[in-house]
Every structure is written in structure tokens, then in C-alpha cells.
């Protein structure tokens, strides 16, 4: 089991940052690729990023590239979403997951799933 916990949510604005962590306990959190989605509300749980394990490769949904960075911390057990130039359309709960064999954008294959942090863009 992994258990997964995230934190950093908050209200912003337009054009402001925020930084997401992720933080792990359990098995093995650098076996796992984590990846961050988040839903807003009566929307479908939309891909945001992944990170792999093992050699750290990077993907991002076109909506946030170049704004948001996903990076991980295997010695604290801690995945972590920079995010940036944040947009109201950014406002969701935004979630961390963890899996060893899941498709990056496909949320159904991901194992451990945290609680979620909300996240509020203001114009």
C-alpha cells in the first residue's frame, strides 16, 4: 500500500504560483510513476502531469506546459507540482496518484490516490 497525501492548495491570483506536494508513505515511493490530475467541478478528473520512476521522464498535458513542472523527491518520499502563470481556468482539486504500470494520461490505471487540495485562480 501506498498512502498519499497533498498539500499546498490555496487561493491565488491570475498570473500567480503555487507548489504542490505530494507526499508518500508505504512501499517503495521510487518504484512508482506519480502523476497529478485534477478535477474541476462537473468536469470529468482531467491528466495534468506524470513523472516516472526510474529515470524521472517528464509529461504534461498541452494545457500546462510550460507552466507547470512535476518533480519528485525519492530521499523524502515527496512528489511535487510547481505551478505557474496560473490561470482561473487552472481552479480545480487537484490530485496526486501513484502506479507502476499505468498509462500517464488514464487515471483509471493509477493505484494510490490522495485526498486532493483545492486550488482557486481569481481574476
Known amino acids: 500500500q501506498v498512502q498519499l497525501v497533498e498539500s499546498g492548495g490555496g487561493l491565488v491570483q491570475a498570473g500567480g504560483s503555487l507548489r504542490l506536494s505530494c507526499a508518500a508513505s508505504?512501499?517503495?515511493?521510487?518504484?512508482?510513476?506519480v502523476g497529478w490530475f485534477r478535477q474541476a467541478p462537473g468536469k470529468e478528473r482531467e491528466f495534468v502531469a506524470r513523472?516516472?520512476?526510474?529515470?524521472?521522464?517528464?509529461r504534461y498535458a498541452d494545457s500546462v506546459k510550460g507552466r507547470f513542472t512535476i518533480s519528485r523527491d525519492n530521499a523524502k518520499n515527496t512528489a511535487y507540482l510547481q505551478m505557474n502563470s496560473l490561470k482561473p481556468e487552472d481552479t480545480a482539486v487537484y490530485y496526486c496518484?501513484?502506479?507502476?504500470?499505468?498509462?500517464?494520461?488514464?487515471?483509471?490505471?493509477?493505484?494510490?490516490w490522495g485526498q486532493g487540495t483545492q486550488v482557486t485562480v481569481s481574476s
Open positions: 496518484a501513484a502506479g507502476r504500470n499505468s498509462v500517464p494520461a488514464d487515471y483509471r490505471t493509477y493505484n494510490y
Open positions: 513523472i516516472n520512476w526510474g529515470n524521472d521522464i517528464t
Open positions: 508505504g512501499r517503495t515511493f521510487s518504484s512508482y510513476a
